[in-house]
């Protein structure tokens, strides 16, 4: 017996989806109302400048259940925060409007709902391909380097999350009104010690209209949004700016470090070094030696253990390259 939530609001943000609208709300009609007792279904037009709204607007004349909620064109985030606002019920859940989720699965989230507060889908794969897999990535990376936030998270952004109105509650008001409203809404909820259930799920190609998702307007509003976001969490901004500065006087100390080792070593031998470097000749110089064993240990006899000054300084920059990289990879 499958579970059945009390009360539940559904919304789709939609910008320029007037082939979409109808069969989203078809599929809609036919999966929600097996959820839960009382819903309501919710149709953000997001300054769509197609026929979206007015298609909209004659399908939530015929049936009260659902709602249109029109709006000039503020970004994804900015569609997605009115959808917060609107929902009435207990459980709200989101998708996008261009159908590449399975709404059929929502019922899977539900399923999670006695002991979590917020339960999100992840993409098993991403219906794009390898570009957009590679987004996700490095959208973990960015999350991590300037939120440090959880690493648990498998995929921030999908689009597929059926969260506790108590929890959007608490969050709200959101900043952000672009890509990075997902990161603001779930950093915060983990912050307020909500519990997150996540579940795998379908994603599939567009069937219509097309996807602006990965414009370089959407990624360049993203970078801004970070910069205003970190303004919330000024313990973090300062640890950044603190790492930062340091890592300028390093790079600005590199070339000081450089001329004091070529002063260290004879001209001479510098410039031979150098050069057969470059030509990758190893073989000639008797010093360098002509076996990969040879060739390594006079390199870090030569190159490395007579440099200290450089060695320390690469040091210092790998560190603060590696606590930038390896706490994405640490727990939590
Ligand atoms: N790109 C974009 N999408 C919006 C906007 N407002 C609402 N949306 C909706 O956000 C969803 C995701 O957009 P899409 O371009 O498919 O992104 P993708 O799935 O990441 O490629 C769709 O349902 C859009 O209709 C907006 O201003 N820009
Ligand atoms: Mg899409």
Redesign the pocket.
Known sequence: MHKKLKSLSVF??????ESNVIPLVEKALEEIPHLANEYEIIL?N??STDATLKIALEIAEKNERIKVVSQE????G??LKTGFYTAKYEWVFYS???L?FELGEIQKLIEHTEENDLIIGYRKSRA?GFK?ELITWLLKIWNKVFFDFPGFIKDTDC?FKLIKKEVLNKVMPLQSNGGLISTELLLKAYNSGFKFAQVPVTHKK?LYG??????LA?IKKAVKETVQLLNLFPKRKKFLMLNFAWFVVLLLLFPVALSINYMQNDEYTHYRMVAQFLNLDFTLDPYLGSTTHELVESLIGKIILCRITFLTLLLHCLKFVSVLCLGFFLPG
């Open positions: 789709f943000p939609l910008y320029n989806e953000i997001d300054g064109n503020r970004g994804y900015g569609a996008d409007g261009d590449q794009e957009r689009a567009r097309n996807s602006t998702g990965d414009s959407v």
